[in-house]
């Protein structure tokens, strides 16, 4: 774990200590609201047997505590880069969009990564993804992307912190019993994964979880 990984890890650790309630995710943020899709990058986790395995054992202790929304592991996924709602943006912009990934990504390699521990923050729990670098740089030639398309592109650059959410904050629960559980969670081994490519998604948030349609991939060939 680089340097930069590990002090985020211990910052929001000790931020969740001091944090009484949990703050309840699915309020509707600006422009979303029911049946609505938004374009978005995603790595999502479809084929990944060792990471659901991990996934469910961890779901498992966490089933039991009030406040929490499991996820499910089809709905596992690292949010990378937004576009924009689905009935906002042209699809000949999209369509560009993509042609400009597909050849930028193409020259990055797969990425390796290691999921855990399990890191949590008032609207959920997730685990941290190492290396940052390496999704980093897919996260930039997804950005270059857009940029290449749109003169302004969506999402700040900086603050992006990369993670798989297993729980979302279902309700403004009490922390102290999740903090507990997690004491002892946080110290399991990580998991491995290998990803091959970056999936532009129509995501909507319905029923209290995410679930999208892939609309194009862009591989990962370097």
Known sequence: MSSRELTSLRQRWTAYQNLPTLTEHWYW???WHAGRHFYTWHLTFHDQPALHHHVTYLQQQLAPLPGLDLVPLDGLHLTTQGIGFTDDVPDNDINAIVAEARQRCAALP???LSLGPVDPDPEGIGLLVQPWAAVDRVRAAVRASIAA?????????DGFRPHVTIAYSGAPAPTAPIR????????LPTVTATISEV????????DRTYRWTTVATAPLNG
Do not use: C, F, M, N
Not at 149 to 157: D, G, H, L, Q, S
Not at 180 to 187: F, N, W
């Open 180 to 187: 507990t559980q997690l004491a002892e969670l946080r110290h």
């Open 110 to 112: 797969p990425l390796k």
């Open 149 to 157: 398309v749109w003169r302004t592109v969506p999402e700040p650059a």
């Open 199 to 206: 999936s532009l998604i129509a995501l909507r948030r319905d």
């Open 29 to 31: 943020r600006p422009g």
